[in-house]
T-cell receptor, first 113, second 111 residues
Framework: DAGVTQSPTHLIKTRGQQVTLRCSPK?????VSWYQQALGQGPQFIFQ???????QRGNFPDRFSGHQFPNYSSELNVNALLLGDSALYLC????????????FGPGTRLTVT | SQQGEEDPQALSIQEGENATMNCSYK?????LQWYRQNSGRGLVHLIL?????REKHSGRLRVTLDTSKKSSSLLITASRAADTASYFC???????????FGQGTTLQVKP
């Protein structure tokens, strides 16, 4: 049973560019959450998707957007990248009945130069 | 914003010793979870304790929760070098799945 997978593993972008990160949830999970983890900090909640809609959003600007597909996989898009967007981006999946029981993927390390 | 504050920020012990880390939070919660993170990679779920529980065990892990003090502790007994990692507490308060993480405790276990 495959766990949560994320791609790519690492990414280097330039300020002002746009980036798309991808996540495939654990089998049987239909809810996907995204977190940003800056170096030395705990993860911060970006948003959660369920039934292809954004169910809850954290304190992140509109430059951060997402999408969930019918197969429950998800994308995180960040526009107009800033240096401060450099972080580890973590995807977590969970079953709809217990959305707080989250299983995390290995993350995507984004570096903005 | 971070809900929890973890204490200590860093902990260094010898193999075989016990490690205790603490987490405090600000608002009422449904449950609290502890996660482990190795070398800045994905988080591994360790244990969940519900707001109506006071103590929970899982192998070498013991978690306590004191909702009156809004605090939790994680005890790792008979530590091993493989326990070297960062440990985070995460609280759940909403009716969705948003988790609010603390800043983490970095544990080093010396062989």
């Amino acid at each position: 049973d495959a766990g949560v997978t994320q791609s790519p593993t690492h990414l280097i972008k330039t300020r002002g560019q746009q980036v798309t990160l991808r996540c495939s949830p654990k089998s049987g999970h239909d809810t996907v959450s995204w977190y940003q983890q800056a170096l030395g900090q705990g993860p911060q909640f970006i948003f959660q998707y369920y039934e292809e809609e954004e169910r809850q959003r954290g304190n992140f600007p509109d430059r951060f957007s997402g999408h969930q597909f019918p197969n429950y996989s998800s994308e995180l898009n960040v526009n107009a990248l800033l240096l401060g967007d450099s972080a580890l981006y973590l995807c977590a999946s969970s079953p709809s009945g217990t959305p707080y029981e989250q299983y995390f993927g290995p993350g995507t390390r984004l570096t903005v130069t | 914003s971070q809900q929890g504050e973890e204490d200590p920020q860093a902990l260094s012990i010898q193999e075989g010793e016990n490690a205790t880390m603490n987490c405090s939070y600000k608002t009422s919660i449904n449950n609290l979870q502890w996660y482990r993170q190795n070398s800045g990679r994905g988080l591994v779920h360790l244990i969940l304790i519900r707001s109506n529980e006071r103590e929970k065990h899982s192998g070498r892990l013991r978690v306590t929760l004191d909702t009156s003090k809004k605090s939790s502790s994680l005890l790792i007994t008979a530590s091993r070098a493989a326990d070297t990692a960062s440990y985070f507490c995460a609280t759940h308060s909403s009716n969705t799945g948003k988790l609010i993480f603390g800043q983490g405790t970095t544990l080093q276990v010396k062989p």
